[in-house]
């Protein structure tokens, strides 16, 4: 065998390794098969299929019909709210949603934060379309505005939330 023809051999026999050829493939590319799919492939399907089904269904707001979202900003400023926190456990009135402590026992919530009043009208109709026409999106965009409303007025309670587990000791 010639010197050139025991280098392409060696080549050959290199190339016929699969880890060898996934390493020099993931070396070219920069990534492996799996973070391609990942980074580009996923996004671009999950784009395109909201594409299509945006172009076919467009999502539009549950109170006036405006495209763009299920519940637009104007009507989501417009809610009906309710002016006060109740405790979880009695019912009457709670400075900032927490649980009276007399209400306590060891199993109770430490307190509940309802942003929306479901008594308004547009409320419950809005929860009740997306319960019934099976959208998971119109608890999504509730879920962040209702982030930004207790992150903004809610702040203390938020804070004794976390603080909270950071006092309980589990040591011995
Ligand atoms: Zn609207
Ligand atoms: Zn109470």
Redesign the pocket.
Known sequence: MSGEESLKLDNFLTLRDPSTRRRMHSVSVGMTQNQMYQTLIKPFLTDAKTFVLDTLFPVQCLRCGIEGRFVCPRCLSELGRLEFQH??????Q?IGGF??P??LTPHCADGLISILNYHDESVADILIKGKYNFLPGVYEELGRFLAREITAGYSHFAKASWDKPSSVSCRP
Request: hydrophobic share 20%.
């Open positions: 405790c979880i456990v009695c019912q009457k709670s649980t009276h007399g209400c």
